[in-house]
């Protein structure tokens, strides 16, 4: 879907002059402006992502919310990656009083040390427009609840449907890792890259150590390991890196130096058979056309370990909190009710942008072709994921983990002493309070 695509499409959207959203938080540009003392008056909202497809839908959500209730909103749009590095800094300053965020560990890891607003009476008046699930992805560990959400997107395997026609290739039926590497290495033969990836980032790789991490070893142990219960050095962990090893003879060899964005017109311009990533990016093929949006499609990672099969799917939840410390936390709840519920989601998917509403309650006869096929591959998975660096401690995700898989994509070989630093790392880590 799109949102963190970030939250809303351009999730971790790397934008053409990001430094301009860098420059807000760090050198206290508009997100670090000052507030006045809380009242009732304008509220200032924190958007993320400066494509122009999430601009789009964050100004037309400001619009009918002002319209509604006649409060005039100040959007401040951000580069996600600034934004998301920064969110610590920006938070216990002098934030908006509403932004875009993430939903389970990220949002709980800032609910615990204060910096969020209970958002509870949220909930109680619009939590029937939600599956249990999102409330769970939506609660801190104190019970209350810290978030609302507004779009998810699954992280699949996608494709071009003419790309793979031309081929005579299938991927609806690739049922395992064999079929996979079979039709990897026709996509080769044909000389195309058969997996494309960027990891220039430093978080787009993390998509396929989780992956291969949930076909491999499961649910549980994706949980445990980003939890601390399990070892980086266990053996399990090499399988993931040994089976990842596989898929490389089929990847571009500039994954390093690509963004997410990069890795994306490999397919988009049919150089790529494949690109593992989550679905957001299609608003990217839409900017380009209809047909080539109308071309796109997702299925499921396949499977490796059958005692798995395709059970789990990474599928971030963004969505909205406000922030403890903003100057108007009244009204920023009031803004993030309008915007998850029903007719506020609706103004987001006015806009034409194929997001996927996390509001049960939507109307998804609009759908188009490719967003049912989202929900289809959703619909196959047993457990969700919120996607590696929203599933552990950011001061692990972002400066341990992202540097450690990119040493890896240098040399594979390195792989022992790789998964001992993460250890020796993760173990080092202050104790959360």
Known sequence: MMSEQNNGISRRSVLKGAAVGGLGLAAGGSLLAGCGSKDTGPMKWGGRGLEESSVQWHEAVKASFEKATGTTVTLNMNDSNAFQNNLSQYLQGTPDDGFDWMAGYRMQFYADQGLLEDVSSVWDSIGDQFADSYKIASTGSDGKQYFLPTSWYPWGLHYRKSTMTELGLDPENIANWDDFMKMLEATKKKGLIGYALGDKGGWEAMGTFDIINARVNGYQFHVDLLAGREKWTDAKVLDVFAHWEQLMPYTNKNVLDLEWDGAMQLLLQKKAGTFMNGSWFGANFLEKSQADYDDLWIVPFPEINPE??????????????????????????????????????????????????????????????????????????????????????????????????????KNPKDVNKIVDSLQQQWDALPALK
């Open 308 to 409: 798995h099969g395709v059970d789990t799917i990474d599928a971030p939840i963004d969505g909205f909190c406000v922030a403890a410390n903003g100057a108007n936390t009244e009204v920023g709840k009031d803004f993030i009710q309008f915007a998850g519920d029903k007719e506020g989601m609706q103004a987001m998917l006015d806009t034409g942008i194929p997001m996927t509403s996390a509001n049960k309650n939507q109307d998804t006869s609009t759908y188009d072709a490719f967003q049912k096929q989202q929900l289809a591959v959703m619909g196959k998975a047993k457990y969700i994921t919120q996607f590696l660096d929203r599933d552990t401690r950011p001061d692990f995700a972002t400066p341990v983990v992202g540097p450690a898989l990119q040493s890896w994509l």
